[in-house]
């Protein structure tokens, strides 16, 4: 009785508490609630200070409402250290080292979504416990040219296989009150002149090509921000480009988070306002220039945004629209009920990355078996090649981190081998900015020239001594490579890397070579090499995982998210002379012909085709069976086929579903992937795969009609292993 009297007495004086709660600060009040009610209370000055960067990484929230900042990071491969207010310079914090995931491209090159799922929980828990509510990634530019810089921070050529890798990323993400910020929106492939090169491209390529990617993002993985590209699309940059912002993602797609623009990617106050821009972000301090006071301010959309306003030049609900976004993805994030807490440099996120790197390592090629090392046999293993002890988790633009370690490959491949087996180590070839670093203070001029052929003799002379050569090399993070600001100058190996691997394997037959980087490469000696691995940018394991997959711990299971053409004029957007434009205008005569579609139409063999990839054990593909030969619009089609994995070690494939359009009214590819399935099969397993073909599986975009249509008329599913290894077809038609 008088506990019921204290508990009234209790409630009566905290009603009315509860009562004045602000709505905005209900967690339980509904999201649209909460952002109305915090709107209403705002001054013209508190919301336009949300707009723009208050520092290189936040943005203001609203201090009298106790309405936190917004703090972002890049991205996409771990949480960066935090640089200075002002600067690009680090913070020298000594709390801030990260676990660095594998780049994007492996991530793609697992073609395993649960891979994604896992990368996305695992980053978005890094980026909350450090106090981050915006992830700047993952980036989904699709890969039109091998030259791009930037390809490594993506997932590939294919829309589909992007698509399917992105969503889960982003939930993963996301579960953590981290907002995924997808970069960059949109037709940013290339670096040469990004920031103000014009892409000409027609609607289909744009819609079949360029955009679905982010249409996943927004509409499947629900991503709460977006990032605006440096460049320009119908002579508008991208970060306030009308057509993109406004009519494409807000409009159509119905995308209610923010608009984040690219640091330094804003050129105009008006635009910003009309055209669909949320958030500006600098890379200079006013957004301009450097280092100038009170710079923030100078922001297009800071004071030049405020006059207009209070001028009444500027109207205010298109404010309010900017601000609810904002306010939207605060709710979201910082202010969310839901909110975990993160955690940080575990080893938990280690094992992600490791496991996600060994689903992502390519066996390109292994001929006589070569791979992988039975160690038993082995008396002297010789590693040649800069990459096998450069990090490679510092480098390449924003996207560089500072790790809490990386075991680099040499230091995977000895700690694998043990004591039983020797292990040693010469460089090979040298790239002139790690020579830089190794001589740095020398006195003698001459310590910073690179002697290549006394480094190749070097190594050719102890090549003839082992039992096997494992050369480590490819492309690295500095500028002109895979690095963000710069394309590649040519498709060939840098350093002269390939004279090197053609001695090698002159030297000892059984030479392994592993290419790190982050695109294709031409491989003059592909012939003479008997076994090829893609390792990618694997991040604090990269070596654990790559010594793994060598010595057969691990069978491998990835497949290129990309082709590599044989030569550059086999990719489409070289072959028509398009790449890099004229230094205003690029235009995309390839069209819709990016990647394997263009070598398709060609009749082109690459060197390694999209969606390639061996395995230590053999998989047989059964017939593919149709669940009905006829569909309807409205109707799937169930396409069935039995895999086996017919050799003694376990396994797993990426079953490969590609559509053809045997006839239609507007050119199409040849073949279009629109199904994946990765499964594993122990030694001797079967398993039955089953893809489900629904109308988009089937449709094309139709520019005159400004729709997606499937033509009835006659299909084809194609089934294999890779774009260029199809091992089961079964007709169908559409009525
Ligand atoms: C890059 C973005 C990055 C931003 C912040 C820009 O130069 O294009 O991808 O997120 O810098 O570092």
């Keep these: 009785m008088k506990r019921n009297f204290i508990l009234l007495l209790l409630w009566a004086v ?34 336009v200070a949300m707009l723009h960067a208050q520092s290189k990484f936040s943005s203001p929230g609203v201090p009298r409402l106790g309405i936190p900042e917004n703090w972002m990071s890049d991205g996409p491969h771990g949480i960066r250290a935090e640089v200075l207010w002002d600067e690009w310079y680090g913070a020298n914090w000594t709390n801030d080292s990260c676990i660095a995931f594998p780049a994007l491209t492996a991530l793609a090159a697992s073609w395993n979504p649960e891979m994604a799922a896992l990368y996305g929980r695992s980053i978005g828990e890094e980026a909350r416990y450090r106090n981050k509510n915006v992830l700047l990634g993952p980036g989904v530019n699709i890969y039109r040219t091998p030259l791009n810089g930037r390809n490594f921070e993506y997932m590939g050529e294919d829309p589909f296989l992007a698509s399917a890798m992105v969503v889960p990323y982003i939930q993963g993400v996301q579960q953590n009150g981290v907002a995924a910020c997808v970069k960059h929106f949109a037709l940013n492939n290339q670096e040469l002149d990004r920031d103000h090169i014009n892409v000409q491209v027609s609607d289909r390529a744009l819609y079949e090509i360029y955009l679905p990617a982010f249409k996943a993002a927004v509409q499947q993985g629900g991503a709460w921000a977006i990032m605006g590209a440096y460049n320009q699309y119908k002579n508008q940059h991208c970060c306030h480009n009308r ?47 450097w280092g100038k006071s009170d710079a923030y301010n100078q922001y297009y959309l800071a004071q030049p945004y405020l006059q207009l306003l209070k001028s009444g030049q500027a109207d205010e609900e298109v404010l309010n629209d900017k601000v609810r976004r904002i306010l939207r993805l605060v709710f979201r994030t910082t202010m969310s009920p839901n909110r975990p807490y993160g955690s940080f440099g575990t080893p938990e996120h280690a094992a992600a990355g490791r496991r996600i790197a060994e689903e992502g390592i390519v066996l ?29 988790t510092v480098g390449g633009g924003s996207s560089s981190l500072k790790a809490k370690y990386e075991v680099s490959p040499l230091a995977g491949i000895q700690a694998r081998a043990g004591n039983a087996v020797r292990v040693t180590y010469v460089r090979g070839y040298e790239s002139p900015a790690e020579r830089e670093q190794d001589v740095k203070g020398a006195k ?47 498709l060939e190996l840098p350093y002269e890397q390939d004279l090197l691997i053609a001695d090698l394997v002159k030297a000892n037959p059984n030479t392994v070579v592993v290419i790190i980087s982050g695109n294709a490469v031409a491989m003059p000696w592909v012939a003479q090499v008997p076994a090829i691995v893609a390792a990618w940018y694997n991040g604090a394991e990269a070596g654990n995982a790559l010594a793994a997959v060598l010595f057969g711990d691990v069978n491998p299971s990835g497949k290129l998210p990309f082709t590599f053409p044989a030569r550059l004029q086999d990719n489409g957007a070289h072959a028509a002379g398009d790449y890099p434009g004229d230094g205003r205008n690029v235009v995309y005569h ?19 085709a999209f969606g390639h990839g061996l395995s230590y054990t053999a998989f047989q593909y059964g017939k593919a069976v149709a669940g009905k030969s006829k569909i309807t619009a409205a109707d799937t089609l ?7 994995n017919a050799g003694t070690r376990d396994g797993a494939e990426v079953v490969q579903l590609y559509i053809s359009d045997r006839k239609a009214s507007l050119p199409r590819p040849l073949k279009e992937l629109k199904g994946f399935k990765k499964v594993f099969l122990k030694a ?9 073909i629904d109308h988009a599986a089937l449709s094309f975009y139709d520019d005159a009609k400004g729709a997606w249509i499937a033509e009835p008329g006659e299909f084809e599913a194609l089934i294999g292993s890779s774009s260029a290894n199809i091992k089961t077809k079964v007709k169908f038609t559409l009525q």
């Design 14 to 47: 905290a009603l009315p508490l509860f009562a004045q709660t602000p709505v905005y600060l209900n967690s339980a009040a509904p999201l649209e609630d909460r952002v109305e009610d915090a709107l209403q209370r705002m001054t013209l000055e508190e919301k």
């Design 243 to 289: 057509y993109l912002l406004n009519d494409v993602l807000k409009r159509d797609w119905g995308f209610d988070g923010v608009a984040v623009s690219d640091w330094g990617g804003v050129h105009d106050t008006q635009e910003a306002i009309d055209n669909g821009l949320d958030m500006e972000f600098g890379t200079w301090t006013n957004g301009l220039d």
């Design 364 to 392: 390109l090629q292994n001929n006589r078996n070569v791979l992988p090392i039975d160690l038993s046999e082995m008396k002297h293993i010789l590693v040649v090649g800069e990459n096998a002890v450069k990090r490679m």
């Design 444 to 490: 003698d001029p001459q310590a910073k020239t690179i002697d290549a052929v006394a480094l190749r003799t070097e190594a050719v002379n102890a090549a003839k001594q082992a039992d096997v050569v494992l050369f480590i090399g490819g492309l690295n993070k500095n500028p002109g490579q895979d690095c963000e600001g710069a394309d590649r100058a040519a």
């Design 590 to 608: 390839d069209d819709i012909f990016v990647g394997y579609r263009w070598l398709d139409r060609e009749k082109i063999r690459p060197l390694f």
């Design 638 to 644: 169930t396409v069935t086929l039995p895999v086996k």
């Design 684 to 692: 001797g397993e079967e398993q039955t795969v089953t893809f489900t």
